[in-house]
T-cell receptor, first 112, second 113 residues
């Protein structure tokens, strides 16, 4: 099965700084890579996806970088805000039904 | 537009009791999913339904059954609850062709004593 790991289980940043959350994966056949955000007491929320034929994708204040050579992706959050405090999961897809494999997540804490 | 709703929000069961977790979505999505999340862990897929009338096992299906009642509703049943099933259960749905963009409900916190 898919093995998904995160380099940093916790990350603490100052408000206004940029945050970088890393994720390693093992299945080179994954077609999409998804980032989800989970705030305390809530269900996960889709943030952004990147397809395997891309190496960079930008959204609103977020950028995803994908390095297929080393099977690594990262989520960069610009000008981190207190509302960004949450657990962030990367989830590669598996198969045509896009089943997701979630890693353990990284807890991002933004200090005011 | 409520999105994905789950009932109940909290439940305490004794070992051996049964219960059904309800999930409904109003986004006309084809696919629905049940996950469990244990403390400090990611989500693990229990069962999913790619479309109305079909269900398939996920990573951790043992001890659970599901019913895709119609396009809107997908229920999860615990026939004989065990302490190992203490967890937070999330239901999710996704649109056709974008199964990776899943919309999650608020979760059901289940404790089995």
């Amino acid at each position: 099965g898919e093995s998904v790991g995160l380099h940093l289980p916790t990350l603490s940043v100052q408000e206004g700084d940029n945050s970088i959350i890393n994720c390693a994966y093992s299945n080179s056949a994954s077609d999409y890579f998804i980032w989800y955000k989970q705030e305390s007491g809530k269900g996960p929320q889709f943030i952004i996806d990147i397809r395997s034929n891309m190496d960079k994708r930008q959204g609103q204040r977020v950028t995803v970088l994908l390095n297929k050579t080393v099977k690594h992706l990262s989520l960069q959050i610009a000008a981190t805000q207190p509302g960004d405090s949450a657990v962030y999961f990367c989830a590669p897809t598996e198969g045509s039904n896009y089943k997701l494999t979630f890693g353990k997540g990284t807890l991002l804490t933004v200090n005011p | 537009n409520a999105g994905v709703t789950q009932t109940p929000k909290f439940q305490v069961l004794k070992t051996g009791q049964s219960m059904t977790l309800q999930c409904a979505q109003d986004m006309n999505h084809n696919s629905m999913y049940w996950y469990r999340q244990d403390p400090g862990m990611g989500l693990r897929l229990i069962y999913y339904s790619a479309s109305e009338g079909t269900t398939d096992k996920g990573e951790v299906p043992n001890g659970y059954n599901v019913s895709r009642l119609n396009k809107r509703e997908f229920s999860l049943r615990l026939e004989s609850a065990a302490p190992s099933q203490t967890s937070v259960y999330f239901c999710a749905s996704s649109d056709w062709g974008r199964g990776y963009e899943q919309y999650f409900g608020p979760g059901t916190r289940l404790t089995v004593t």
